[in-house]
């Protein structure tokens, strides 16, 4: 037996990385396009609940955030989805079922 959970593949609807979610220089070293991380969170959630639906699953690479857990998972909390997470990076929620 590995040492590893088995993952089935076809059961992920979504694969994903790097949103940085709370992550203040974020969008000057990313070019992305806001004022304030506030403004950036926001945006994100939105686009992101616009695709992913409450009930697909989402396998998450990596740096999805970056700050104190507490604030990471208040705001991942609005995502739609269950997710999966590879470790490392800034992920903070683990395990399929959010």
Do not use: C, K
């Not at 089935?8 to 994903?16: A, E, H, L, N, P």
């Not at 208040?74 to 992920?91: D, I, K, P, Q, W």
């Amino acid at each position: 037996m590995s040492e590893y959970p088995w993952f089935d593949f076809d059961q992920v609807d979504f694969v994903t990385s790097d949103q940085h979610f709370g992550h203040a220089r974020i969008s000057e070293l990313a070019e992305r396009p806001f004022a304030t991380v506030e403004e950036m969170n926001a945006e994100l959630v939105r686009r992101w609940n616009e695709v992913v639906g409450p009930d697909d699953s989402v396998l998450h690479l990596g740096d999805l955030a970056l700050g104190a857990i507490e604030e990471s998972v208040g705001l991942t909390a609005h995502l739609n989805g269950l997710f999966g997470h590879s470790v490392g990076g800034e992920a903070r929620r683990v395990g399929f079922g959010g």
